[in-house]
């Protein structure tokens, strides 16, 4: 590699910086005062030819605190499982479920409360056609085997799947008739499936209210739409039943190494002996991977803010759209052209499968890799931004919003791959957009690198249908009548705005994945997620998980540890122990 | 399939008033309550202040709705509890109703309806409020059930923002059961709430009410750990320089209701923008023949008294279902922020309509003025009017010579 051009490059930005080559890395180091600088020297110092940058240069005054579970105990001591896959998001899930069709035995720890509590539920899931993607990239090959894969998961796992298309909508002339076709033969050399040209009164069939403006548009047929949260839980809940091992609230604190293995990894659970490591630690891939001495590729988290409308708006969009990038923006709208930062191509507005309308994301480059938390400027930008596609589009729309952190490498490409530096390590880091198309995918070739590793057979007895009760609201009332014949408790709804029964609560209390707080059953029956957020329902959640569980409300959680809703009882006068 | 005359959705104040008087004026009544008992959101309101207009005396919320119930009860009305509407369509004179219960899918079939079915809060993230997503953020109704209904404390020290009347009604009731309220911070120069609220809820317990200010941000990963406070401009923007971080283990908001007319939209009533409930005529019946509205889901009232009075009205006009004819508009003119009934069908008596409405601000003295065709037909002089307190006025409207083609408005003139 060219390490003095490299130099060049980044000493541009920061002249302090220094720059080495290390193990076929480029190493930088150093310490700056500006997050944005340090990572633009980043980007300064990607090359083709090396492994990858290791940006090592300091934020003055920033020390990173990682969230980490509290609980210290000997759960997990001396566990020799063949496979410990570290990370919960939806790359350890369909990990752990793809590896559970081999006759081993898999560990996957997640230090939250729950499985796909990180990028995996923070995100628009969509299902991409892979068109803004290039040739030789991981993602695209991914992309393309994981778009093609959704369908049939989504149906043995009982996740809804809809293939709503995607369109690319154009304001000019030019852009119809010359980045039209240079996109339909962009999709033909890459592999992209059923891309086609829709003139306006084509486009009007399939999204009744589109924007005045538009001129035509690519339409995508492939590209589809999962909810991401639901996916890895089901993902995390059929590969349990399959034998797998999930550990919550446990973190990997360390490994130990010799003669370039990984000998046993110390968590706050006990120290574990497995064979294989796979490194699926999303935002902290990076640093899992410096533990297992691997390391090639540096973290840089981008965050992202999605908003969420009302059902009522369900009409604005059938599908997902957004407004081609390549023609300035209708002079109305032109203000706003700043809003495209970094490396999104501004989001657009899509339709979930829960029905609602979701808008953006944005793309902020941050160095806290856990902070999503949102602000003002930034829903306030995305919902002047999106207007333009949505014309009809208010805050007053919005019922919710979130943001969440991308785990993006500097070379915007996943990291799947053996260990180069350590022997039984698997690295699938950096998976960030489109990691949920992707995912599957990825998982079906480690699969493939660990059986052939370990010598491992298929299991004969692998179940890939998961059992599960379905979304009864979708059900027809004669459906529906023989499952409150079976439970009254389907009969009784608790959440008003999403129509969820209390028999679906107790269901998902008592599934594989047993998570017994509020936002684990929001994420898995929905109670809350609706247009009152669970002001109405959250008293009644709490209540049914206390008394299934037999616990006492005050111990109920909404998320993780730490996160109690209740003090102990009102005529204690807040005397409660907390 | 059950057959009713009249079926009312919602067992709170609103739809047992309706069902009584519906039963009363001969209809076979049904009341269809999701919850398990009956009494809407005045199971959780112990504070007293209930009923003065209606029974004379000052009640508790429970005992208010338990009234109301013993009134029911002692009548041939059907209440179904734990039951759900998933479905109303609309058939050839009259509804068939859908519902879901612990007895399985019931299939009603009836001529009226009467819409009961209360409002919601409105949430922090409807206020734009950012930062984290930690346990502690509440609407007051939710603290309000922790507390009254399940005994529990959700907060030993916390802000509220908002000064509607749960919000005030909270502060106090933190404050009894031991928690400190920090602060109450209102975005607009004035209070939302009543001022008797004001008053016995923030005064005598030595709350501070910060006007004109807003939280705009919380923090807490898990727990919330502090909010930040900032004074607003004129256009209740936060002024930059102002913030302030208040420590504190919750975040209460009393920032708005909303009626909730879901049902209603489905069925296509066309709903005002004042009220963000149906537009209804003087026997409070919607834009779709047959579907009557009543309560906090046709238009937020300061006292259940008056939620109680318009119900019944309600009521007994869905048993009556008189024949719709040609209708007025009452349009909305200066000073007036909402207002009940915004049209006048003249084929049905409109000689003692109750015209419910609120001012836009606060005015000292004030006139409200009807006119019809630019000509006024009725004027009344009110003092100390305040948009949080809902006024009441009986106007014959059968005497101002109303025809089909008639402009009719209704506005305050400040004097």
Redesign the interface.
């Known amino acids: 590699m060219n390490l003095k051009a490299i130099a060049k490059r980044v000493h541009k930005i920061a002249p302090s910086v220094k720059v080495e080559e290390h193990r076929g890395c480029v190493r930088l180091t150093g310490e700056l005062d500006s997050w944005d600088a340090i990572y633009r020297c980043g980007v300064a110092a990607v090359s083709g030819k090396s492994l990858g940058v290791l940006n090592d240069i300091r934020l003055k005054g920033f020390v990173e605190e990682m969230k980490k579970p509290s609980l210290r105990d000997r759960a997990l001591e001396g566990k020799r499982p063949d496979v410990l896959i570290v990370g919960g998001g939806i790359m350890g899930c369909a990990l752990a479920r793809e590896l559970s069709r081999l006759d081993i035995s898999v560990l996957l720890i997640e230090k939250a409360n729950d499985v796909g509590t990180g990028a995996s539920s923070r995100n628009d899931g969509c299902i991409h056609p892979g068109i803004d993607l290039h040739r030789g990239q991981l993602k695209l090959h991914y992309v393309l085997r994981g778009n093609a894969m959704y369908e049939g998961l989504c149906k043995e796992l009982g996740c809804d799947f809809e293939r709503w298309a995607q369109t690319f909508m154009f304001s000019t002339k030019w852009e119809r008739y010359i980045i039209a076709p240079l996109m339909l033969l962009k999709g033909k050399l890459l592999g992209v499936p059923d891309m086609s040209f829709k003139t306006p009164a084509e486009m009007r069939e399939l999204e009744p209210h589109p924007p005045k403006w538009l001129t035509g548009a690519v339409y995508m047929a492939s590209a589809g739409v999962v909810s991401p949260y639901k996916v890895t839980i089901a993902l995390a809940e059929n590969a349990i039943e399959n034998g797998a091992e999930v550990s919550l609230n446990t973190v990997a604190e360390g490994m130990e190494l010799k003669d370039g293995r990984i000998v046993s990894v110390r968590t706050n659970r006990g120290t574990v002996y497995p064979k294989i490591v796979v490194n699926a630690a999303g935002a902290y891939s990076d640093v899992i991977a410096e533990m297992a001495g691997d390391r090639t590729f540096t973290i840089h988290p981008r965050k992202g803010t999605d908003l969420i409308l009302d059902k009522k708006k369900a009409y604005y969009a059938l599908s997902s759209f957004a407004r081609s990038y390549f023609a300035p923006l209708p002079p109305e709208a032109r203000e706003e052209s700043h809003a495209a930062v970094g490396h999104t191509k501004g989001g657009g507005v899509m339709r979930t499968v829960d029905g609602n309308i979701l808008v953006g994301p944005n793309a902020v480059e941050q160095p806290y890799r856990e902070d999503t938390s949102t602000s003002l400027s930034d829903v306030m930008s995305i919902i002047r931004k999106q207007k333009v596609a949505a014309e009809e589009l208010s805050a007053a729309d919005v019922i919710t919003y979130f943001s969440g952190v991308r785990a993006a490498t500097y070379e915007e490409d996943f990291v799947v791959r053996k260990g180069i530096f350590t022997e039984n390590v698997i690295e699938t880091a950096g998976i960030q957009s489109p990691g949920i198309t992707a995912a599957p995918a990825i998982a079906c070739d480690v699969r493939d690198w660990v059986k052939e590793m370990l010598g491992a057979k298929d299991k004969k007895d692998f179940d890939p249908v998961r059992k599960h009760t379905p979304r009864l609201a979708g059900l027809s009332p004669k459906e529906r009548e023989e499952y409150i014949r079976r439970d009254p408790a389907y009969g009784e709804i608790v959440c008003r705005c999403e129509e969820v029964s209390k028999g679906e609560i107790i269901d998902a209390l008592d599934s594989p994945l047993k998570v017994c707080t509020v936002d684990g059953i929001k994420r898995r029956v929905r109670p809350g997620m609706g247009r009152c957020q669970g002001g109405f329902c959250s008293p009644l959640v709490v209540k049914i998980i206390a008394e299934h569980e037999g616990m006492r409300e005050e111990d109920v959680l909404k998320g993780d540890e730490g996160s109690f809703i209740l003090y102990g009882d009102t005529k204690k006068g807040g005397e409660a122990d907390k | 399939m059950k057959e009713y005359d009249v079926i009312v959705i919602g067992g709170g104040p609103a739809g047992l008033a309706a069902a009584e008087s519906a039963c009363k004026a001969g209809a076979k009544t049904a009341v269809l309550e ?1 919850e398990a008992r009956l009494g809407g959101i005045l199971k959780q309101c112990v504070h007293d202040g209930f009923g003065l207009i209606r029974f004379g005396e000052k009640l508790a919320g429970p005992e208010y709705a338990e009234r109301y119930i013993d009134l029911v009860e002692a009548l041939p009305v059907d209440t179904y509890t ?1 039951t ?1 509407v ?1 479905e109303i369509k609309k058939e050839k004179d009259g509804f068939a109703v ?1 519902c ?6 019931l299939s009603f079939r009836t001529r009226a309806l009467v819409l009961a079915t209360g409002c ?2 409105r ?4 206020v ?1 409020i ?7 953020v509440f ?1 007051a ?2 603290a309000q ?3 009254n ?8 020290r916390c802000v509220i923002l908002g000064s509607g009347d749960i919000g005030l009604i909270m502060a106090r009731r933190l404050t009894l ?3 400190e309220v920090e602060g109450v911070y209102e975005v607009k120069p004035e209070p939302s709430g009543l001022t008797r609220n004001i008053h016995q809820c923030l005064h005598d317990f030595d709350i501070p009410l910060h006007l004109s200010h807003t939280v ?2 919380v923090f807490g ?3 919330l750990t502090a909010v930040e406070v900032a004074e607003v401009d004129d256009r209740m923007r936060p002024i930059k320089g102002t913030e302030r971080v208040v420590e504190c283990d919750a975040l209460i908001l009393s920032v708005g209701l909303i009626p909730e007319n ?1 049902l209603a ?1 489905s069925l296509g009533v066309k709903l005002d923008p004042s009220t963000k409930g149906p537009e209804c005529d003087q026997t409070y019946m919607s834009t779709v023949e047959g579907v009557f509205s009543a309560g906090n889901a046709l238009n937020v009232f300061d006292l259940v008294d008056y939620v109680s009075e318009c119900a019944a009205d309600a009521g007994g006009n869905a048993a009556r279902m008189l024949p719709s004819g040609e209708c007025v508009r009452l349009e909305k003119g200066k000073g007036i922020l909402s207002y009940v009934p915004h049209r006048i069908d003249l084929a049905k008596p409109s000689d003692r309509v109750v015209l419910f409405f609120r001012s836009a601000k606060d005015m000292d003295r004030a006139t409200l003025r009807i006119s019809a065709d630019g000509k006024e037909v009725y004027k009344k002089k009110f003092a100390f009017l305040r948009p949080p307190e809902m006024q009441r006025v009986e106007i014959d409207f059968s005497a101002f010579g109303l025809n089909a083609k008639s402009k009719l408005t209704v506005e305050l003139e400040e004097n």
């Open positions: 999701r734990l759900f998933t859908t879901v219960s612990r007895e399985g899918m919601r809060e949430t922090a993230k409807q734009l950012q930062g984290t997503r930690p346990a502690g609407t109704g939710t059930n922790f507390v209904l399940m005994g529990k404390l959700p907060a030993k059961e031991g928690a705009t941000r990963k898990d727990r879901e939209e």
